[in-house]
Nanobody
Framework: QVQLVESGGGLVQAGGSLRLSCAASGRAFSGNAMGWFRQAPGKEREFVAA????????YYADSVKGRFTISRVNAKNTVYLQMNSLKPEDTAVYYC???????????????WGQGTQVTVSS
């Protein structure tokens, strides 16, 4: 059974921090690049960050560069998204996803989690 489970979302004030986690079953994680996407109400799902299998390369959307950090611990089958200096416009449901190769397009990702809500108040 392929499964990705996000956690760590919640309500935070602007300027605050949250760390999202995504725990994956072996098939969804092993050898795969991992990405984080988000979707705000009334908007399309957008790329946030991605990391290669070995963790040596990371990619970020311009809107989060310098504020968010993606990382992974392969021994724990877990990928993280550290979010600092949060802004109200970061409010969205955040999804983790797995892909055979690192990509910024959601269509490249084969496995998806159920999402976790992040709300940033002003």
């Amino acid at each position: 059974q392929v499964q990705l489970v996000e956690s760590g979302g919640g309500l935070v004030q602007a300027g605050g921090s949250l760390r999202l986690s995504c725990a994956a079953s072996g098939r969804a994680f092993s050898g795969n690049a991992m990405g984080w996407f988000r979707q705000a109400p009334g908007k399309e799902r957008e790329f946030v960050a991605a990391i290669t299998w070995g963790g040596y390369s990371t990619y970020y959307a311009d809107s989060v560069k310098g504020r968010f950090t993606i990382s992974r611990v392969n021994a724990k089958n877990t990928v993280y998204l550290q979010m600092n200096s949060l802004k109200p416009e970061d409010t969205a449901v955040y999804y983790c996803a797995a892909s055979a190769r690192v990509a910024v397009s959601a269509t490249e990702y084969d496995y998806w989690g159920q999402g976790t809500q992040v709300t940033v108040s002003s």
